[in-house]
């Protein structure tokens, strides 16, 4: 019996619009399961807005005005822009959000229930994905020591660095084939920015597809094989994550300097 191919991502031509202003311009590229991607470039370049596309959470008008997004697992592909009804790309949206698509975003607390305790919420994502195991055992798989403990606290008692695990924790109840990260280091201190890298490295080393989003180019090593340089809504360079002084756009290359400078000419 044949093995089944392995779980991709893909993203084809995207094009995003905020009333006449494309703010993000034909982006494409593939993530296979197992793989690291960073998707680096300044604040407005188009990042965060490229990764919303792919969850369909696209918020301006018209939005998503071209282009196509594949997810294939178990012999199956999903193409949630494909023709039809909004309706029915919602539906569409609704079977990859979450489920083979886990979300890890910037401000981590804020995406969870103030109201239930860290364990009911992961129960009941456990219960809704049919899923196996209780809420600590997903905790402990996501990184958090004492994660009976943790499994009894509110969202307000959490840590920035605690929120981001429970997220990832909830991402892997799911069943999450990938993991859009979009700056899920951004505030942290870092001794808890090198706990969830490390901790989102070994996923990926377990056959998670990572795409990190960052301007950061110190974090990018420590999680992903290439990294995609945005401008203006374009990918404007494609690089090895272990070469970024291959960059050959000035763009690219004014972010790799202005890194080695912040990181004492050690980017």
Request: charged share 25%; with cysteine.
């Amino acid at each position: 019996m044949a093995e089944a191919a392995p779980a991709r991502l893909e993203a084809e031509g995207l094009v995003v619009r905020a009333g006449e202003r494309a703010i993000v311009r034909g982006v494409g590229f593939e993530l296979a399961a197992g793989d690291g991607l960073a998707l680096v470039g300044a604040s407005g370049s188009g990042k965060t807005m490229t990764a919303r596309a792919l969850l369909g959470l696209v918020r301006a008008r018209p939005g998503v005005v071209a282009g196509a997004v594949r997810v294939q697992a178990d012999g199956r592909t999903v193409e949630p822009y494909a023709a039809g009804r909004r309706r029915e790309r919602e539906a569409r949206f609704r079977e990859l959000r979450g489920g083979l698509l886990g979300y890890l975003p910037q401000h981590a607390a804020a995406s969870l229930d103030p109201v239930w305790t860290v364990g009911r919420q992961l129960a009941e994502v456990i219960r809704l994905a049919g899923g196996e195991g209780e809420a600590a055992d997903w905790l402990a798989r996501a990184g958090l020591p004492h994660p009976r403990a943790v499994a009894r606290r509110y969202p307000h008692e959490l840590s920035g660095g605690m929120a981001q695990r429970v997220c990832i924790a909830q991402a892997l109840a799911r069943g999450s084939r990938f993991l859009v990260a979009d700056e899920p280091t951004t505030g942290l201190d870092p001794t808890v920015q090198h706990g969830i890298l490390r901790t989102l490295g070994a996923l990926r080393d377990q056959g998670i597809g990572l795409l990190f989003i960052t301007h950061d180019l110190r974090v990018v090593p420590r999680v992903a094989d290439e990294v995609l340089v945005m401008h203006a809504g374009s990918i404007v360079d494609r690089l090895p994550a272990n070469a970024l002084d291959r960059a050959r756009s000035p763009w690219s290359r004014r972010l790799v300097e202005a890194t080695a400078r912040i990181a004492g000419r050690r980017a």
